[in-house]
């Protein structure tokens, strides 16, 4: 050892021919005693138990859902399953195949998968006769029939549910059926069968005491409401669910709920509550990082900042709002967006800008056949040339709107016939009748001077 060799054989380090001290020999027994108890120590640990080893696989999936991972979250219950159907476990089985379900369908927005993991999981709930778990998984499948579109499935599947829940109760079953009945006669336009089905699962989610049940049944009672046109109803509901949603900290429900409230508020000319609650709702979709909900939000903070004249805040939230549909190429967004910020400029006196942004919005509207667009765009072409004393051309948008509006049966259509009017009133008939002669030869000279565009 003195010359910085190794010990090739462990045994010839307790044999004395090399002439060690006895001190050493009994150091180095010592140590190996130790060695020895420690690594049977180690080995005697006992391993996780089969119960232990899923709670630690699901514990996993929990986790990486909070950071998003969804498919690491899916290989961690598929582990946990693979152990339950060795173990023959089928209780365990049934809950793994739920949670594989709403990762596909809640996280991943993938109903197909889903409904092929709830279906197996179903099959086992009936085999070990769980009604209580059969309820539950029928009202997920009903969901993700819902979430496809097909309407009738999940209201049979619902229906399903009702009946179960006659042979044994389920409160929490039963109003999440009546809520799953009441958002499939909502889509289908049955707005006051809607209203009742909510209104029957309110007081039982009150009585399960469920906080995020009472505020979602709340919340779609304001959609009925809405559905119903009977909006300070709606409002009234909104309200309550956003205040129930802020106190069981549900960020994401609570940004729809604002953006909600702010469509109201624009319907009742509220400009200012608009206003708040689409503020409001920019910095929580920020906070979550829902890039497609802060878009909406701050198109609805820019209306409501028009509506209040409040023209730099309008600029500001618009500039906002297209930077981030150029970001998520939302076309047809950008296109509106651009009318809006036109409009600012118009009402600002800077008419040159408002026509780039009208033009930029035209080219955007007819790559997208996007005609009723198209139509507002010209009428508000019309209206800025016609202020700009720009007569043929003010009058050639105006024909070609009114055209466009009628043939797509336009809301905007009344609008565009007033502004024609009190454009024909400010010239005169005399006038009139001379331009509109003009006009009608060249009508596409006209429309390519102020779009750009010759194909009309």
Not at 110 to 126: C, F, M, N, V
Not at 170 to 182: D, H, P, S, V
Not at 233 to 242: E, H, N, S, V
Not at 425 to 431: D, F, I, N
């Amino acid at each position: 050892m003195a010359n910085g060799g190794t010990i090739r054989n462990p045994q010839s380090a307790i044999r004395n021919r090399s002439g060690w001290s006895s001190g050493v020999i009994v150091l180095l027994l010592i140590s190996s005693s130790l060695l020895l108890t420690h690594v049977h120590g180690f080995a005697q640990e006992p391993l996780p138990s089969y119960q232990d080893q899923v709670r630690i696989h699901y514990r996993n999936a929990e986790s990486l859902q909070q950071l998003g991972d969804y498919q690491a979250a899916l290989r961690a219950y598929e582990a946990a399953l693979a152990l339950q159907r060795e173990a023959h476990d089928l209780k365990g089985q049934s809950i793994s195949l739920m949670a594989i379900g709403d990762v596909y369908l809640f996280r991943l927005s993938q109903p197909g998968p889903a409904l092929e993991s709830y279906t197996h999981s179903l099959d086992i709930k009936r085999t070990i006769e769980d009604r209580r778990g059969e309820a539950d998984v029928l009202n997920q499948m009903a969901y993700a029939h819902y979430t496809s579109g097909q309407i009738q499935n999940a209201t049979n599947l619902y229906r399903e549910v009702m009946q179960l829940i006659r042979r044994k109760k389920n409160r929490y079953a039963e109003a999440t059926a009546l809520n799953g009945l009441g958002n499939c006669a909502l889509a289908e336009g049955r707005s006051q069968e809607a209203l009742q089905y909510y209104q029957e699962a309110l007081p039982l989610r009150k009585k399960e005491k469920h906080r995020q049940g009472v505020a979602n049944t709340t919340y779609n009672i304001g959609r009925a409401y809405v559905a119903l046109s009977d909006l300070e109803k709606a409002y009234d509901y909104f309200q309550q669910a956003l205040a129930l949603r802020q106190a069981t900290l549900d960020i994401r429900a609570e940004v729809v709920t604002l953006i909600d409230l702010g469509r109201l508020a624009l319907r009742l000319n509220r400009w200012e509550q608009a206003q708040r609650h689409y503020v409001e709702a920019v910095e929580l979709a920020r906070r979550v990082k829902s890039e497609a909900v802060e878009l909406e939000a701050l198109m609805g903070a820019g209306s409501a900042s028009l509506e209040l004249d409040q023209m730099e805040a309008a600029r500001r939230h618009l500039s906002d709002a297209l930077r981030l549909a150029q970001k998520l190429s939302q076309r047809r967004v950008e296109s509106a967006i651009r009318i809006q910020l036109g409009t600012v400029d118009y009402k600002g006196g800077q008419y040159e800008a408002s026509i780039e942004h009208h033009r930029q919005a035209l080219r955007i509207a007819r790559e997208l056949s996007d005609h009723r667009a198209v139509g507002e765009i010209l009428l508000n072409l019309g209206q800025i040339h016609a202020t700009l004393k720009r007569e043929p051309p003010a009058l050639a948008c105006f024909q070609q709107a009114l055209s466009i509006l009628k043939q797509t049966g336009s809301p905007l259509l009344p609008d565009a016939e007033r502004r024609v009017a009190a454009f024909k009133q400010a010239l005169g008939e005399e006038r009139f009748q001379q331009l509109n002669q003009d006009v009608t030869t060249n009508r596409l000279i006209y429309l390519h001077q102020v779009t750009g565009l010759l194909d009309w």
